[in-house]
């Protein structure tokens, strides 16, 4: 039997799906950006699909024949507006049908500017000197109103406020009612606009460099990943691997979720694809259903910080820190796991308490079979990892493996790709990618106003005063700082506005860049579970007909782990495999950590992971009272926090409640199925 057979077969036999229709309701409700039109006339949908695949072919042949960096970055941003204002609607409730005709025309406006950059490039780059005339202004002005208009259709309203909060900024910073640390000097069109529509500051600066040069190419080796069957073949290794166990279709649903959202890059997207499957499951042997929601939620934001790909915002982090992509895919390893292991022990454990048992074998895919027939799908996987371990640029690796994965397809009927494939696959890319370019955009313009005003500095300033002092405070602050700056914004501009504006705060404090940038960015992720706007969370709860904020909460109690171990390894670098002592905080060239660091840091977390959980959830091998639990709580964190006497204390805690559980279900003869 074909994997795909056994998945259907399997389907029949465990639990319906959550149906198409209720699936894309959860989607278009908490991601925006698949809230798009479906044009019914065939004309306009071949124009559509022909405008995507050019698109992508674009970015292939400037990998190889690249053009001026403004150019080309005002390309990929105009570019995708124009298509945006052609597939989304103006506001929900539209026809989704037809195109108005003010859509069209800002579909020419979009090209008009593209084409304007174009036409006065020679002039802008040599003749003005960077300094703006009336006709650049009233064309950034029209440009600016464009990327705002084409946030709010694929994002939502957050992320735009965000930004025209930032922009009104600099109209009234030299106002003498500020606080004297927000005032600047003046500001005119000329200096405001010209920075955001002239230079590589703003709109067109580095987040939109960064998709132009990374993330698209990601997010298209995806969309080729998905039409050869690769999302089908890690939701049938997972139900092989773990789909047996104790609650294993909660295994199920971290062990997919992980694989395919280190590729995607979207977390509620992530939680809608594979929990349209899981969530069904889990609530099938005995999973409460805000809980189901939950696991779904944290396991698809958990997808993000895991290497190789990490969403594709490790080469994000590299083009902005200088560091190679190979440290830090390396340095994220031991927390992403970490992570996985915190909710997979919090699953299991709960199975336990509540006795809930896994999958029946026989209605399982065998791994052996989904081997045989999708096995071959994690050649690209890998020649991605040598390819970048080889030090083949990351535009080019992505392309190599595109190219890889069409090859490796073709070796088995049911995931070969035709050339309809392929078109489909260029098309999706481009699609899939609107959503990020067009928040990069508007975090252009955040960025343009932080380094016009140098309101960065002003915001480090004000933390590292409130923190008073405290390395722990300070970071307890980036913390709440990064949530808020990243909350309902997709992964990657999230980490691109948290780098920005708070993790040079930590600079203050000696704490290495490497370090400094980990931590924003998991906070800065964790956004999308933590109310009150946790739109992962959300999505989980739409999908498990829960409550959204419940199910919220209990997203951020299954990465409670995630929470913690920032702060480990901002204490203990080694857990970043990295020894930054004695070496100037900006260094990108870390050497590696001994062996014994790395080993102590990473057994001493791991313990203290398993027992943070079993305390969480009041299990281990049997049920642990109340008073128990709190003991066993704080020697969890006792062994997480990297002091040698803290770990010895923390580890006779840990292991003595532990033996004493042994014991007891020795005792009570219950067995014990991981």
Not at 344 to 349: A, I
Not at 531 to 551: E, I
């Amino acid at each position: 039997m074909s994997v795909t057979n056994d998945a259907i077969e399997t389907k029949k036999v465990l639990v319906d799906e959550i149906s198409e229709e209720n699936v894309q309701k959860v989607l278009e409700k908490y991601d925006t950006d698949s809230n798009v039109r479906k044009v019914k006339n065939k004309t306009l949908v071949i124009f559509i699909a022909i405008l995507g695949i050019l698109f992508s072919l674009f970015h292939v042949y400037v990998t190889f024949n690249p053009i001026p960096t403004l150019l080309l970055r005002s390309v990929h941003l105009l570019f995708a507006l124009a298509i945006v204002f052609l597939l989304y609607p103006t506001y929900k409730k539209q026809d989704r049908t037809k195109i108005p005709f003010y859509d069209w025309i800002l579909f020419a406006l979009c090209l008009l500017s593209c084409g304007y950059i174009f036409v006065e490039y020679q002039a802008i780059m040599t003749e003005r000197g960077g300094i703006p005339n009336t006709v650049d202004i009233i064309v950034a002005i029209m440009t600016v109103i464009l990327v705002f208009e084409s946030a709010r259709r694929v994002t939502g309203w957050i992320l735009p406020i965000l930004a025209l909060v930032f922009l009104s900024y600099p109209f009234f910073s030299h106002f003498e009612w500020l606080p004297n640390m927000l005032m600047t000097r003046q500001f005119d069109l000329g200096d405001i606009f010209g920075q955001l529509y002239l230079k590589t500051e703003g709109l067109f600066s580095t987040a939109i460099g960064a998709s132009v040069q990374y993330i698209f190419l990601f997010i298209l080796f995806g969309a080729f990943l998905a039409k050869s069957g690769m999302g089908q073949f890690f939701n049938d290794l997972a139900l092989a691997l773990a789909g047996h166990q104790q609650g294993g279709p909660a295994k199920v649903a971290v062990i997919s979720s992980a694989f395919m959202g280190s590729i995607n890059g979207s977390a509620v997207a992530n939680v809608v694809g594979t929990g349209a499957f899981t969530i069904p499951l889990m609530k099938k042997i005995g999973y409460e259903k805000n809980f189901a929601g939950a696991v779904e939620a944290s396991s698809s934001i958990g997808g993000q910080i895991l290497p190789p790909v990490m969403g594709a915002s490790a080469f994000i982090m590299a083009e902005t820190t200088g560091i190679s992509y190979g440290t830090i895919a390396l340095a994220a390893a031991i927390p992403a796991l970490l992570f996985f292991l915190g909710v997979l022990m919090q699953v299991h454990f709960r199975a336990g308490r509540s006795n809930l048992k896994g999958i029946p074998k026989p209605d399982l895919p065998r791994v052996k079979q989904v081997f045989k027939e999708g096995g071959h799908l994690l050649i690209p996987l890998a020649g991605l990892i040598f390819f970048l371990g080889s030090g083949v640029p990351v535009a080019f690796s992505a392309l190599y493996t595109i190219l890889l994965t069409i090859i490796v397809a073709a070796f088995k009927k049911n995931t070969r790709m035709n050339v309809k494939d392929i078109l489909s696959a260029l098309e999706d890319g481009t699609k899939q990618s609107l959503s990020t370019i067009v928040a990069c955009g508007v975090v252009g313009i955040i960025i343009g106003v932080v380094n016009l005003t140098s309101f960065g500095s002003t915001l480090t300033s004000a933390i590292t005063q409130l923190g008073a002092g405290s390395l722990f405070l300070t970071l307890f602050l980036t913390m709440i700082a990064s949530i808020i700056l990243g909350m309902g914004l997709p992964s990657i501009p999230a980490y691109i506005i948290t780098a920005t504006m708070v993790a040079p705060t930590l600079a203050e404090f000696g704490v290495p860049i490497l370090v400094a940038h980990m931590f924003v960015f998991y906070f800065g992720i964790f956004a999308n579970i933590t109310p009150p706007v946790a739109l992962a969370s959300f999505a989980g709860a739409g999908l498990a007909g829960g409550d959204p904020m419940k199910t919220g909460f209990i997203s951020v109690r299954l990465s409670l782990a995630g929470f913690i171990v920032p702060y480990i390894f901002v204490y203990q670098p080694a857990m970043l495999l990295i020894n930054p002592i004695g070496l100037p905080m900006n260094t990108v060239d870390f050497p590696m950590a001994s062996i014994l660091d790395i080993s102590i840091v990473a057994i001493t977390s791991i313990v203290g992971v398993i027992g943070l959980g079993a305390a969480i959830e009041g299990y281990f091998m049997t049920h642990i009272n109340m008073i128990l639990r709190f003991v066993l709580a704080a020697g969890a964190l006792m062994m997480l926090i990297p002091e040698p006497l803290t770990d010895i204390i923390g580890t006779i805690i840990v292991l003595i409640i532990f033996t004493f559980n042994f014991i007891a279900n020795r005792k009570s003869k219950n067995n014990f199925a991981f």
